[in-house]
């Protein structure tokens, strides 16, 4: 069992940024890939980024030069800057995370508000 608590949001001015953090309750190097995603009023839950146990990442095409994940094995944690906000990325972001065993887990989200 993967337990995620994600933190970091809040209210944020368009073109201002921000870092949402992830912590795992267990060593990210038994975790397969972690990421976040995030869900918007109305809309589907949408990738926003990952990263392997190999550091391999994998980023959205609409937010690619405006995000970067990164990971800190030391503090089993995973962290998502997001650059140049818009209102339109008001959304509750989520952090997942995959196990070699295909389960997959997640946060109860940390919601980010744009305000234009």
């Known amino acids: 069992q993967v337990q995620l608590v994600e933190s970091g949001g809040g209210l944020v001015q368009a073109g201002g940024s921000l870092i949402l953090s992830c912590a795992a309750s267990v060593t990210i190097f038994s975790i397969a890939a972690m990421g976040w995603y995030r869900q918007a009023p109305g809309k589907q839950r949408e990738l926003v980024a990952t990263?392997?146990?190999?550091?391999?990442?994998n980023y959205a095409d609409s937010l690619k030069g405006r995000i970067t994940i990164s990971r800190d094995s030391a503090e089993n944690t995973v962290s998502l800057r997001m650059n140049s906000l818009k209102p339109e990325d008001t959304a509750v972001y989520y952090c997942?995370?995959?196990?070699?065993?295909?389960?997959?887990?997640w946060g109860k989200g940390t919601l980010v508000t744009v305000s234009s």
């Open positions: 997942n995370a995959n196990s070699y065993s295909a389960i997959s887990y």
């Open positions: 990263i392997t146990r190999g550091g391999r990442t």
